[in-house]
């Protein structure tokens, strides 16, 4: 074979690599996109829009609410919503959304009616979340599963920017409150959590929760009514670098609950 047809048949081979290569990477950027986590570090690149954490808890419950969202490229705007639980779970709840603005203004004001939120720096907010995840660490006890999934829309912000600090728990001690959607089983894995990582006595734990809960439940279950289930807008993707990890491998032990009942009691100062 000539040597200038040899040249050629080179060329032709890296092209075809080149374009293979270009393939897979597509078809790995499109499977990311299937992910609610590629979904969000895809909007991360995007501007912030609001942020927005609520200063007072829902009754005694510990309960305060961090949203955050960005505008993306078509004019819609991705919305993160996180409910934080500062007295001793940590994130209890986590979702995200694409949405219209009109429907960002609907959920800020429907969360109003229960908190008061304050703008705040995204690094302020995301501190607070991280600090909240790291005292319910301490005490072995993981954030709900959905947060891995909408923590990349925080993006490129920076937590050590705040020098706020945050405290948690109530009167110096892990207080448990049960939600609506806290079965039996559940609340006892967190009350033999408690026992192992801080004590006899030195936490506090109520089955039923206190009264303003229900209102935060109304709001969830308006927000994952039309929460982010796919992505319909493929546009922008290019030269983005996506995370195809697997959303399954966020550790879940405070979802996987074994155990026998709590004996219901209103009000536990420690195991007695």
């Not at 200038?4 to 075809?16: G, I, T």
């Not at 829009?49 to 200063?55: K, M, N, R």
């Not at 909240?132 to 909408?150: E, F, G, M, Q, T």
């Not at 493929?234 to 990890?245: A, N, R």
Request: glycine residues 8%; hydrophobic residues 35%.
């Amino acid at each position: 074979m000539a040597k200038s047809e040899q040249q050629r048949q080179k060329k032709l081979a890296k092209k075809r690599s080149k374009e293979l290569r270009g393939r897979r990477e597509l078809a790995r950027r499109n499977q990311s996109m299937n992910s609610i986590a590629g979904q969000m570090q895809w909007a991360s690149r995007y501007p912030v829009h609001t942020c927005l954490v609520a200063e007072d808890s829902v009754g005694t419950s510990g309960m305060r609410s961090v949203y955050f969202a960005r505008k993306v490229s078509d004019g819609r705007y991705a919305f993160m919503f996180i409910l934080l639980d500062t007295h001793c779970l940590g994130v209890k709840d986590a979702g995200c959304r694409f949405c219209s603005l009109s429907d960002l203004e609907t959920f800020i004001e429907r969360g109003a009616r229960n908190q008061t939120f304050v703008k705040r720096d995204p690094s302020y907010a995301k501190k607070f979340v991280e600090d909240a995840i790291a005292y319910a660490d301490s005490l072995r006890l993981s954030p709900h599963p959905d947060y891995r999934k909408v923590a990349p829309l925080w993006g490129d912000v920076d937590a050590s920017q705040c020098q706020d600090e945050f405290t948690f728990g109530l009167d110096g001690k892990p207080s448990y409150f049960a939600g609506p959607y806290d079965d039996d089983a559940r609340q006892n894995f967190i009350f033999r959590r408690l026992c192992a990582t801080v004590g006899e006595g030195n936490f506090h734990f109520t089955i039923g929760g206190p009264s303003g809960g229900a209102d935060l439940d109304d709001f969830e279950q308006a927000f994952r009514a039309g929460e982010l289930t796919d992505f319909d807008d493929e546009s922008d993707m290019e030269d983005v670098d996506l995370d195809d990890e697997d959303d399954d491998d966020w550790e879940v032990e405070g979802r996987v609950i074994e155990g026998s009942v709590v004996k219901p009691v209103q009000h536990i100062d420690g195991p007695h």
